[in-house]
């Protein structure tokens, strides 16, 4: 079980990661997906 929650730590914290970066680069490009839709 130990295993497992730290699996999911590292897991989420990655994905929040990622998530920040994604955001980041959308608010960059931002004007261009809202365009699109």
Not at 22 to 36: M, P, Q, S, T, W
């Amino acid at each position: 079980y130990i295993e497992a929650a730290a699996l999911y730590l590292a897991l989420s914290s990655v994905l929040s990661a990622l998530q920040t970066r994604l955001e980041k680069r959308l608010n960059r490009y931002g004007g261009f997906l809202e365009a699109r839709s």
